[in-house]
């Protein structure tokens, strides 16, 4: 069995989440728009799931707009807003996913200026520079900045950023789906009107997400047809795989304050371990991060050897973002940091989860120490 260091970049599913699914996927396959018992029977389990999933991040049940997973939340976020709005300013953080960096390049063909937000060295939002862009800038009409980084785990000052884009009537929107299930999340604190989430980051099933909304904020729908979701994403809904986000969000919220004890005691192991490698750079080191996420880079070692030599012993790690791995140019979210070119291609991340143990730390340390005698010059 691998040892499986890669939980931002999906997660095992919960042996509730699929028992709580399987009567979806079996007997309950009524359309929940149908009218009769069965059709009514598959609703009604749609709403408690949207009531389980509301309460992760502190939202009210009809601000749970179902989608296909945090991709398409962040689309409907950015493309959604944009096409409701005067063509202005949109401002997006420099490290976001490229589900939200790709979609806000995309409504520059719409005549929508884009800024993206620098970040300091360590990986944060740099809110000075933020209030110098939007002094800069007084069209500007939707903001996104996620609250954890799926790369370096590093934390963002959301609420100081929402705090400043509110103010200016911009509609201000999170990326949620790294945070949720390893931190606390309030929507209320953050003061955000739009946010991300996906099921697969929290043990739950792949394929499904959400994105909650604020109703104050109007949206274009990317998909018509149906009238579902408030005819804001039409088609029959996912069923099976809503029920298990629900169960999934319920057990993240539960299992919270074990969880970030669990993966802070492994992160803490093979960081204070990791002081004994002092060629061995942390990203984002100084900075809050996630509990279960450590960055680090290995200066003269390529990080897909090194991805290789981990799978060559059994160990599951990533290069940084699923979606740059084959690629040996620096992750976007390194170069913003102003990493060098060199450290930036060596760059592997580990991300803990659940059911990992310090014995995984261990290993993981002992073949890290074997490929750097045996590679590092
Ligand atoms: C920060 C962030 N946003 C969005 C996504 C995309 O979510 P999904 O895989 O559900 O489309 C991911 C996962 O890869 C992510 O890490």
New binding site residues.
């Given amino acids: 069995v691998p040892r499986y260091l890669d939980h931002?970049?999906?997660t095992p599913l919960d042996p509730l989440v699929l028992e709580a699914m399987m009567p979806y996927l079996q007997s309950h396959y009524a359309n929940p728009s149908g009218v009769y018992r069965a059709g009514r029977a598959a609703r009604a389990a749609i709403d408690r799931a949207r009531e389980q999933v509301a309460a992760l991040v502190g939202a009210h049940p009809s601000q749970v707009l179902f989608t296909?997973?945090?991709?398409?939340?962040?689309n409907l976020a950015i493309k959604g807003t944009c096409a409701k709005q005067s063509v202005g300013t949109l401002a997006v953080s420099a490290i976001?996913?490229?589900?939200?960096l790709e979609p806000a390049a995309a409504v520059t063909q719409q005549g929508w200026q884009l800024v993206r937000l620098p970040v300091s060295a360590d990986g944060v939002v740099d809110v000075v520079r933020l209030e110098q862009i939007l002094s800069v800038h007084d069209d500007l009409r939707m903001m996104s900045v996620?609250l954890?980084?799926?790369e370096t785990g590093v934390l963002q000052p959301v609420a100081a950023c929402a705090e400043r884009a509110v103010s200016r009537g911009c509609v201000m929107h999170s990326?949620l789906?790294?945070a949720v299930g390893k931190i606390p999340v309030s929507l209320a604190a953050l003061g955000v009107q739009l946010a991300?989430l996906?099921?697969?980051?929290i043990y739950g099933p792949?394929?499904?997400?959400a994105l909650i909304y604020d109703k104050s904020v109007e949206l274009e729908s990317l998909i018509h047809g149906g009238g579902q979701e408030r005819e804001l994403r039409g088609g029959t809904e996912n069923v099976a795989a809503i029920v298990g986000f629900g169960v999934a969000a319920e057990r993240a919220l539960i299992d919270l304050p074990a969880r970030t004890a669990h993966t802070l005691e492994l992160r803490h192991a093979l960081e204070t371990r990791l002081r004994e490698c002092p060629q061995v750079v942390v990203f984002g080191a100084a900075a809050a991060r996630l509990p279960n996420t450590t960055y680090l880079g290995v200066p003269g070692i390529d990080g897909e050897t090194l991805l290789m030599q981990f799978d060559r012993a059994g160990l599951a790690v990533s290069s940084g973002?699923?979606?740059d791995s084959g690629t040996t140019d620096p992750s976007h979210v390194l170069v913003a940091m102003g990493v060098g070119q060199a450290l930036g291609r060596s760059a592997i991340r580990v991300s803990f989860g659940a059911q990992n143990n310090l014995n995984d730390v261990d290993v993981f340390l002992t073949t890290l120490q074997s490929i750097l005698s045996r590679y590092a010059s």
């Fill in positions: 931002n970049a999906t296909s997973g945090g991709t398409e939340a962040n976001e996913h490229a589900s939200v996620m954890a980084n799926n990326d789906t790294q991300t996906s099921a697969h980051k792949k394929g499904v997400g973002s699923a979606c």
